[in-house]
Nanobody, 124 residues
């Protein structure tokens, strides 16, 4: 059974930084494109970052490209999302996702597997 487990969320003050991690049981991990989404209450998840299988290609929508950085370590089956200069409006549940499709854009990701999510709360 495929599992994606996010960690690194929590309560942080505005202006601070967080690094979220997503460890996955995908086999092989390097065969999957990975994405990060965030979800506000009563809203659909929105794509905020994606990274290709080998970690050399990334994509961000305009709303996240300045403060978000996605990376991955295929030797550790783990993806990361660095968020800098956190703002109260970044408060949301953050999910990682995996896709066997190599195709993605800054607004499209063909999710096949989801993690359970990690809460990020930014205080002002």
């Amino acid at each position: 059974q495929v599992k994606l487990v996010e960690s690194g969320g929590g309560l942080v003050q505005a202006g601070g930084s967080l690094r979220l991690a997503c460890t996955a049981s995908l086999d092989p991990f390097s065969r999957y494109t990975l994405g990060w989404f965030r979800q506000y209450p009563l809203k659909e998840p929105e794509l905020i970052a994606a990274i290709n299988r080998h970690g050399v290609g990334t994509s961000y929508p305009a709303s996240s490209k300045d403060r978000f950085t996605v990376s991955r370590d295929n030797t550790k089956n783990t993806a990361y999302l660095q968020i800098n200069s956190l703002k109260p409006e970044d408060t949301a549940v953050y999910y990682c996702a995996a896709s066997s499709s190599p195709y993605y854009t800054d607004t499209y990701f063909a999710t096949e597997y989801w993690g359970q999510g990690t809460q990020v709360t930014v205080s002002s």
